[in-house]
C-alpha cells in the first residue's frame, strides 16, 4: 500500500463520517480513529466518600451531590469490571443463530475467554474478557448495533 493509497483511505474515511476504520494486510495494518476523546484514569474512589456529578457541556454549572440512598448501589456496581466493545459494529452473542452464547449471566469467565463477536465491515472480532470473574450484566442484546466504547458486559472479578 503506498502513501497516496493511505491518504485515499484518510480522504474517504473523513468524507463518510466512519468513526474508525480498520484494514488489514499480509504485512500491514492501518487504523483510523477519527476525533478519539482521551481518557484519563481517574484515582480509585473511597467508599462513603461524597460523589460530585458535574455536567461535562456546562462547564459553568454548580456540580450536583449525588443522593445518598444511591450510594450502596453504585458501590455495588463499582465492584463491577466493564467490558467495553473496541469497535462501531454488530454485537452477536454467539458463533451462530442456534449456537450457545459464548457467555451469559452467572458464568464464570477466565483472562482470555471468549465473550461476544462484534461484526465490524464483514469481520467478525472476538472481544476477550479481561478479567477473571462472574458474569453478572449484559448491557446488549444479541444482533444490536454497538458504539466504540460501550458497555457490552459487566464482569464481577
Do not use: W
Amino acid at each position: 500500500m503506498t502513501l497516496k493509497d493511505v491518504k485515499e483511505l484518510i480522504e474517504l474515511v473523513h468524507a463518510k463520517g466512519f468513526a474508525e476504520f480498520e484494514i488489514a494486510q499480509a504485512d500491514f495494518t492501518l487504523k483510523i480513529v477519527a476525533n478519539a476523546p482521551v481518557v484519563y484514569a481517574a484515582p480509585p474512589a473511597i467508599a462513603g466518600a461524597p460523589v460530585m456529578i458535574v455536567p461535562a457541556h456546562a462547564e459553568s454549572a454548580a456540580p450536583v451531590a449525588a443522593p445518598t440512598a444511591a450510594a450502596p448501589a453504585a458501590a455495588a456496581e463499582e465492584t463491577l469490571v466493564i467490558v467495553k466493545s473496541p469497535i462501531v459494529g454488530t454485537f452477536y452473542r454467539s458463533p451462530g443463530p442456534t449456537a450457545d452464547p459464548f457467555a451469559k449471566v452467572g458464568d464464570r469467565v477466565d483472562v482470555g475467554s471468549v465473550l461476544c463477536i462484534v461484526e465490524a465491515m464483514k469481520l467478525m472480532n472476538e472481544i476477550e474478557s479481561d478479567t477473571a470473574g462472574e458474569i453478572i450484566k449484559v448491557f446488549v442484546e444479541n444482533a444490536q448495533p454497538v458504539e466504540y466504547g460501550q458497555p457490552l458486559f459487566g464482569i464481577r472479578p
